[in-house]
T-cell receptor
Framework: GAGVSQSPSNKVTEKGKDVELRCDPI?????LYWYRQSLGQGLEFLIY????????KSGLPSDRFSAERTGGSVSTLTIQRTQQEDSAVYLC????????????FGPGTRLTVL | EDKVVQSPLSLVVHEGDTVTLNCSYE??????LLWYKQEKKAPTFLFML????IEKKSGRLSSILDKKELFSILNITATQTGDSAVYLC?????????????FGKGTLLTVNP
């Protein structure tokens, strides 16, 4: 497809387990962003990748969160030892150029930690 | 710390009404301000504003930026039930080679028939 895709769309896990969330950006987009949206809250920036540069990890809430982007395309967000407060919708977005403004969002992954 | 504040937090109107949504910001190294519409999970892009005083328009929606007073408004005229959504304002700031998008908490608009 032509848009940003994310998988899985829903993930239910038990507290303490690790989870991996995947994002396929739009082909050719050099910038990729991860956000999370907790119930009733605004979008919270987590991390972004630009080309081959070191990622901006300033938004990651704890060292249990990490992300990588392989080959400048697909990205994986990993949450280790999940906690109930990690429950949220995790959104990925990509843009053609860094700081270009228009970010195209994926449908998100709804993570529920029991 | 960068801050984006939207008001009102929620708004209920009738079809045909005109609404104005507000977004004020405090960021270092402002670059652009964006408006998004979020109906289900993924926000969809509406406008990007970089220069003061230039109105962007798309159908019944319009938006303008005031970089002196640090705010933007989003206007929707002749509202329809399909306009019901959360409207998100976000600001891009740039520090050196890094760019970051800071979102407000959004305005929940409900348009009743």
């Amino acid at each position: 497809g032509a848009g940003v895709s994310q998988s899985p769309s829903n993930k239910v896990t038990e507290k303490g387990k690790d989870v991996e969330l995947r994002c396929d950006p739009i082909s050719g987009h050099t910038a990729l962003y991860w956000y999370r949206q907790s119930l009733g809250q605004g979008l919270e920036f987590l991390i972004y990748f630009q080309g081959n540069s070191a990622p901006d990890k300033s938004g990651l809430p704890s060292d249990r969160f990490s992300a990588e982007r392989t080959g400048g395309s697909v990205s994986t967000l990993t949450i280790q030892r999940t906690q109930q407060e990690d429950s949220a919708v995790y959104l990925c977005a990509s843009s053609l150029l860094q700081g270009a403004g228009e970010q195209f969002f994926g449908p998100g992954t709804r993570l529920t930690v029991l | 710390e960068d801050k984006v504040v939207q008001s009102p937090l929620s708004l209920v109107v009738h079809e045909g009404d005109t609404v104005t949504l507000n977004c004020s910001y405090e960021v270092t190294n402002f670059r652009s301000l964006l408006w998004y519409k979020q109906e289900k999970k993924a926000p969809t892009f509406l406008f990007m504003l970089t220069s003061s005083g230039i109105e962007k328009k798309s159908g019944r929606l319009s938006s303008i930026l005031d970089k002196k007073e640090l705010f933007s408004i989003l206007n929707i005229t002749a509202t329809q039930t399909g306009d019901s959504a959360v409207y998100l304002c976000a600001v891009i700031n740039s520090g050196g080679s890094n760019y970051k998008l800071t979102f407000g908490k959004g305005t929940l608009l409900t348009v009743n028939p």
